[in-house]
Each structure stands twice: as C-alpha cells, then as structure tokens.
C-alpha cells in the first residue's frame, strides 16, 4: 500500500479500505474514494463524498492524505509563480506554475536535488537528496491546481517534467504518477499535454518507448560533439552522444508526436556557428523541433549568456534542419526559470541576479 491517498491507484485503494474497514468492500466505494481524489479533487479525507462518515473518518486518521504543504511562495513579475512545498518527512521541493493569457503550464519535479551534475544547471549543485513518491509528483499538480482556482480547468493544463531532478532515474514513479493524471477517470490531464525531459538515460529511454501511456519525450542535447557534451554533461561518459543519438532515431513516435531537443547556449563555450551547423547535422532527418534556452544565470554557475543577436544566428542555422525556437525564459527574477531550481530564498542572490543578467 502506498504511503498516502494521492498516488494511490485503484487497487491501491481498494486494499486500503479492505484493510481499515474490513475485507470485500465493493469495488464501487474504492472508486468513489479515487474519483473524489483526482477527478473531484478534494484536498482531504473527510471531504470524499458518499462514504459512510464513519469510513472517512477512519480514512482520515489512518492514512496520510498527501497533498504537500506550502512552504514559501514566490511571485515574478511575468507572473511566474514558483512553489516551494514541504513534503512529508519535511523535504522541501519547487514547482512552478507559468500563466500565458489563458494556457497554464505547470513545471513540475521529480526528484529532491538531482544526481546529474550538469555544470551549467544550480539544481545539480544540491546533489541528489531522494526521488519523489508518485503521489509527490502528483500531489504537485493537484497542490497547485486547487491554490491557484485551476482545479475545474485541469483537462488543458500543459505539464512538463522539468523542474528538480532527472524523471528517466525515477521511472516507476514517474510512470505511476502519469497514469494516474492521464486516466481518464483519474486526473484526465491529457498525455498529449505532458512533456518528459531527460538528460539522455539512454537505456531508459527506450523502456519509455515501450509504454503505453507516456508523456512526450524532450532531450537535453545542450552539445554538438562527444567532448564538450562529456565536459558540460558528465553523464555522456556513461550514455555517449552516439548512443543517444541512436535511441532517438529508433524511439517509437506515435502519429501525432515529434521529439523536442533542448539547448542551452552559453557564450563561447557551445553557441559558435560551427555548434550550430553540427547541432542541425545530429538532428536531421528525424521528427522533431529544437528549443534554444539562453543560459539562465545563477551563483556558482561559471557560465554567461549569450547576446540575443548569437542566440538568433544559431537559430538560422538550425532551423534549415527543423523548426527552431527560442524559449522564453520565465521568472529568472525568483529563480523559476529552467536550470534556476536550488531553492534559492536569499534576497542578496537575487540582486545577484540581477546584476548578472541586466534587464531581465
Ligand atoms: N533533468 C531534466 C529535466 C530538468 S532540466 C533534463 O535535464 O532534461 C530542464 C531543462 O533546463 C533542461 O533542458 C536543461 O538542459 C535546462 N537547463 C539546465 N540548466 C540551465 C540553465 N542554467 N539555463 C538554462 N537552461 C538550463
Ligand atoms: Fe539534473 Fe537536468 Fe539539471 Fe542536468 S540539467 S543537473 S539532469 S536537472
């Protein structure tokens, strides 16, 4: 049985009755119990609607309900809202919730920290401090939905698995939390809506491949040779650019999907003409589109961005072998944008910030 009511599926909740009310509870009231969790989204056990009072109140005191709490809450000015919620066993992790006019994209983790260690990326400097439990990863959505009014909306919402953590080092809960979102009798968020990224597990990727209900996939390429990939993302040493390139080529797309490929351009180290040109090479020929991320900055981070003028020659380039984007960076000010995820409550490193990457 899992730890608490969110993340719980079906037969996890059937089991949970079967134990605290007694054996042969009818399968109708365990869906009941799921429905009033994701579908309704009650945010405790003595809300679930229909159950005999004594059977919720026996729910509420012997099983954890899940939903995180809120731990600090951070406002950007583009109206990026990053989330710190206490977990638990009193773990803290970030969400983020980005408002564009009336689409809402949810940034959400999948580990405390991350074991990576990418060197452009300030989550990679707290290490790895656990994986997130499924009702964690889903807790997050039904946490920000219900604090945000969003709870009726939750059928278009766009989520993407992109906050703290690498989701391919925590599969099993990373799937078990899609399956209880993308359930049409669940949370009825739509797979065609939710975007996994990896640093490039590549064994991992092609166990994704094989799911059945996943969410899009988005790759980190972030380089266009071996070398400087080893050097930026020290995992290639284990899952080389080769290797990763491969499993792309082979992953099985459905009809309505195409890879995303992910590059963060830092100033002279990875954003020449020459990058670009080897960038539009590696990705040729496969279903995909490319979003360039100029560099969010961060203390401990030894990189720069790049001028917005070399972010778009690399995009020209690119963009003669498939559709190129630039994303928009969204709360840099609070630490919400990609890469910006450590926590950061320190007022002087946000006028840190500021002076590192004026006018943002
Ligand atoms: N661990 C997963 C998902 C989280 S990171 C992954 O690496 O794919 C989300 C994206 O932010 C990744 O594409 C990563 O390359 C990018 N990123 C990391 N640090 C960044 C930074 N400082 N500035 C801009 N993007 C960054
Ligand atoms: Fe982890 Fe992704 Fe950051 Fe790399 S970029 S350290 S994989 S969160």
Same mark, same amino acid.
């Given at each position: 049985?899992?730890?608490?009511?969110?993340?719980?599926?079906?037969?996890?909740?059937?089991?949970?009755?079967?134990?605290?009310?007694? /054996? @042969?509870?009818?399968?109708?009231?365990? %869906?009941?119990?799921?429905?009033?969790?994701?579908?309704?989204?009650?945010?405790?056990?003595?809300?679930?609607? *229909?159950?005999?009072?004594? =059977?919720? !109140?026996?729910?509420?005191?012997?099983?954890?309900?899940?939903?995180?709490?809120?731990?600090?809450?951070?406002?950007? &000015?583009?109206?990026?809202?990053?989330?710190?919620?206490?977990?638990?066993?009193?773990?803290?992790?970030?969400?983020?919730?980005? /408002?564009?006019?009336?689409?809402?994209?949810?940034?959400?983790? +999948?580990?405390?920290?991350?074991?990576?260690?990418?060197?452009?990326?300030?989550?990679?400097?707290?290490?790895?401090?656990?994986?997130?439990?499924? *009702? !964690?990863?889903?807790?997050?959505?039904?946490?920000? &939905?219900?604090? #945000?009014?969003?709870?009726?909306?939750?059928?278009?919402? #766009?989520?993407?698995?992109?906050?703290?953590?690498?989701?391919?080092?925590?599969?099993?809960?990373?799937?078990?939390?899609?399956?209880?979102?993308?359930?049409?009798? @669940? &949370?009825?968020?739509?797979?065609?809506?939710?975007?996994? +990224?990896?640093?490039?597990?590549?064994?991992?990727? !092609?166990?994704?491949?094989?799911?059945?209900?996943?969410?899009?996939?988005?790759?980190?390429?972030?380089?266009?040779?071996?070398?400087?990939?080893?050097?930026?993302?020290?995992?290639?040493?284990?899952? +080389?650019?080769?290797?990763?390139?491969?499993?792309?080529?082979?992953?099985?797309?459905?009809? =309505?999907?195409?890879?995303?490929?992910?590059?963060?351009?830092?100033?002279?180290? #990875?954003?020449?003409?020459?990058?670009? %040109?080897?960038?539009?090479?590696?990705?040729?020929?496969? %279903?995909?589109?490319? #979003?360039?991320?100029?560099?969010?900055?961060?203390?401990?981070?030894?990189?720069?961005?790049?001028?917005?003028?070399?972010?778009?020659?690399?995009?020209?380039?690119?963009?003669?072998?498939?559709?190129?984007?630039?994303?928009?960076?969204?709360?840099?000010?609070?630490?919400?944008?990609?890469?910006?995820?450590?926590?950061?409550?320190?007022?002087?490193?946000?006028?840190?910030?500021?002076? &590192?990457?004026? *006018?943002?």
């Amino acid at each position: 049985m899992a730890a608490s009511l969110i993340g719980s599926n079906l037969g996890e909740i059937q089991a949970c009755l079967d134990r605290i009310v007694g /054996p @042969g509870v009818p399968a109708f009231r365990a %869906r009941q119990v799921y429905e009033s969790i994701y579908k309704q989204r009650v945010t405790d056990a003595s809300a679930i609607r *229909g159950l005999p009072r004594e =059977w919720r !109140e026996k729910l509420a005191k012997e099983v954890a309900f899940g939903l995180p709490e809120l731990d600090k809450r951070y406002q950007s &000015a583009d109206g990026t809202i990053r989330y710190l919620l206490r977990l638990d066993d009193g773990k803290t992790v970030e969400t983020v919730l980005m /408002p564009e006019g009336e689409r809402y994209t949810f940034c959400i983790s +999948s580990q405390v920290g991350c074991p990576v260690n990418c060197q452009f990326c300030l989550t990679a400097l707290m290490g790895l401090e656990r994986n997130l439990t499924a *009702g !964690e990863i889903v807790g997050q959505i039904l946490f920000t &939905a219900a604090e #945000n009014g969003l709870s009726s909306q939750i059928a278009k919402l #766009n989520v993407v698995m992109m906050g703290q953590g690498e989701p391919l080092l925590n599969l099993p809960n990373v799937l078990k939390a899609v399956r209880i979102l993308a359930d049409p009798d @669940g &949370a009825g968020l739509s797979m065609r809506r939710m975007t996994l +990224s990896t640093s490039g597990i590549v064994p991992r990727i !092609e166990e994704l491949g094989r799911e059945a209900v996943r969410p899009k996939l988005a790759i980190s390429l972030n380089a266009s040779t071996e070398e400087q990939r080893r050097e930026l993302m020290p995992i290639t040493k284990k899952y +080389s650019l080769r290797d990763l390139m491969a499993v792309c080529k082979a992953y099985p797309l459905r009809s =309505w999907e195409h890879l995303s490929f992910e590059y963060v351009l830092l100033r002279g180290v #990875n954003d020449s003409d020459d990058d670009a %040109r080897r960038v539009a090479r590696l990705i040729a020929n496969l %279903r995909c589109k490319v #979003n360039l991320i100029a560099l969010n900055p961060g203390p401990g981070i030894a990189f720069q961005t790049p001028d917005p003028e070399r972010v778009a020659a690399f995009q020209a380039i690119v963009k003669r072998s498939a559709p190129c984007f630039v994303r928009k960076p969204r709360g840099r000010d609070i630490y919400a944008a990609c890469g910006q995820l450590k926590r950061m409550a320190d007022s002087s490193a946000f006028v840190e910030l500021e002076a &590192a990457a004026p *006018g943002v």
